[in-house]
């Protein structure tokens, strides 16, 4: 598995990927220096703006159909170490920039009218995480990787414990930084021993992910290092049963955090980047496990949500099942499961960050989060009510809606592993559209019987825009995903080849494609 770069400087001109990720921390540096908090949030939205823009030109300008890395930068950074700076997308990290640009636009036309204490605080954390959530996801130096990865625990912890509007918000952050320190060990851990064995096996330390994929690892040593960037990747998922901070941060923390948290699942990410590719024997030796712990996840996550009478405590189970059904996919280590990974990824992105969006806004109506509180408010809030059913409809995978091309291929991948698999996630869907229709008739049907639901104003512009955006998306998604596989088609495709061919056939094969180019 030979993977050609084009640098970024050939491609379109320019380091596009370092622009991306220092556009953000450059808007937050002017930040600084602002003492007007409406000033602060203008030029944060058109930071954001901008970054998504740039994001936007990235994926457009992006060829599709190979599995090449493109828009490569490199630079020195640590040579004697074998650590560089090496940023470049592919099929498979490509579509998670502009997600995270388009997430941070959101929360920041969120935060507009939610966020009054300590504003520029504020912006200027957030503003931290999508810089470090794009170099997790540009990054092809696995110690670069794991800088960024460690970066992006800062602002969280500082968003949890300062702007979160739950009482024991100190606590969810403290929590949420270890269980992330734990995760982090053991994946620091096995990216020393992908460098050490590179060492022995070329007298030289690298911690660059291609250098890495054409170095032979034993069985043994391979089988060490898939459960170590397992064990971190789980973690931070969260996948069963590493899943149990999750309630904790999304019942706690601001509903800005949230969104990112729910939306952008680097743990899962992080399965298919590094440790299946740097791992292929052992990942076609233990994919059941992981495979099981997805199907765990998808009934254990569904059957808590169904009972959940809390409305930001539903949307975190329902994220545990959701990630139970991507990480199923990825481990059919077949290119339908890859790709219906991917995209269910990116439909949690989209579906599952849009309903912590609206509830936040039922929450700011209503000053709750339980179920008792929102009897009728299809009544008073009919848009909101209509966005909540459209967006709800994704997250659960109906036709013509974002979240169906990815549950078919999901099923797709895992019919071709065995039956029974796609038999329990099916099962797991139709719970989670139970506890979707459940929910969604009590919270906004029915007879009105709190004040505050009486009282209580439809979607305001600002709110009409984030929702509005939301379902375009969706449908675009849902009615056109050619466009989305044709993009990650190349790449998942030769990751399936490399799994099928094992490190033997692999390595046969590359000096072959070594000596055609020669």
Not at 23 to 45: E, S, T
Not at 353 to 362: C, D, I, N, V
Not at 412 to 420: C, E, I, N
């Amino acid at each position: 598995m030979i993977l050609e770069e084009i640098l970024a400087i050939e491609q379109i001109g320019f380091p596009i990927l370092s622009t991306l990720i220092l556009l953000p921390v450059l808007c937050a540096v002017i930040l600084a220096f602002i003492r007007d908090d409406g000033l602060a949030r203008k030029v944060a939205l058109g930071g954001t703006s901008l970054t998504l823009v740039v994001a936007l030109v990235m994926v457009f300008s992006f060829v599709p159909g190979t599995s090449d890395i493109q828009f490569a930068e490199r630079a020195e950074w640590m040579p004697n170490l074998g650590v560089g700076y090496h940023v470049g997308v592919d099929g498979i990290s490509v579509l998670f920039i502009p997600l995270t640009a388009f997430l941070t636009v959101l929360v920041m036309l969120l935060s507009w009218s939610t966020v009054r204490f300590l504003t520029r605080g504020y912006l200027i954390a957030l503003l931290g995480l999508e810089a470090a959530t794009i170099g997790v996801f540009a990054s092809l130096d696995l110690l670069l990787f794991f800088v960024f990865w460690e970066l992006m625990l800062v602002p969280s912890y500082f968003l949890l414990k300062m702007w979160g509007t739950g009482p024991r918000r100190q606590y969810a952050g403290t929590k949420y930084v270890m269980y992330m320190l734990v995760g982090s060990a053991p994946l620091l851990v096995g990216i020393v021993v992908l460098g050490v064995n590179h060492f022995n096996a070329t007298g030289e330390y690298s911690f660059d992910f291609l250098a890495l994929l054409e170095t032979p690892a034993s069985s043994g040593l391979q089988t060490l290092i898939f459960f170590l960037l397992a064990f971190g990747f789980a973690v931070k998922g969260p996948l069963f049963p590493f899943h149990t901070w999750m309630s904790s941060v999304f019942s706690e923390g601001p509903v800005g955090m949230s969104v990112m948290l729910i939306g952008l699942k680097m743990g899962i990410y992080g399965f298919i980047r590094f440790a299946i590719p740097l791992a292929p024997e052992a990942a076609s030796q233990w994919f059941w496990l992981i495979a099981v712990l997805g199907l765990i996840a998808i009934i254990y996550g569904a059957l808590i949500a169904l009972v959940q009478p809390n409305l930001r405590r539903l949307l975190a189970f329902s994220s545990v099942s959701h990630v139970g059904l991507a990480t199923l996919g990825m481990f059919t280590l077949s290119t339908q499961g890859f790709q219906g990974g991917l995209l269910m990824l990116v439909n949690m992105g989209i579906a599952s960050a849009g309903l912590f969006f609206l509830a936040g806004f039922l929450y700011a109506r209503t000053g709750s989060w339980e179920l008792s509180s929102f009897g009728g408010a299809a009544r008073t809030m009919p848009l909101l009510a209509v966005f909540f059913f459209i967006v709800g409809l994704a997250s659960i995978g109906t036709p013509g809606t974002s979240g169906f091309p990815a549950e078919f291929l999901i099923f797709l991948g895992a019919f071709r592993v065995h039956w029974a698999l796609a038999v329990v996630a099916v099962i797991g869907i139709i719970l989670s559209a139970g506890y979707f229709f459940v929910y969604y008739e009590r919270a906004f049907f029915g007879p009105v019987t709190r004040e505050s639901v009486r009282e209580a104003r439809d979607l305001r512009p600002r709110e009409t825009v984030i929702a509005a955006a939301l379902v375009v998306v969706i449908f675009c998604i849902g009615l056109f995903p050619a466009p989305l596989l044709n993009i990650t088609g190349g790449s998942t495709e030769a990751l399936a080849e490399r799994i099928e061919q094992g490190p033997a056939g692999q390595l046969a094969q590359d000096e072959v494609q070594v000596a055609e180019r020669e």
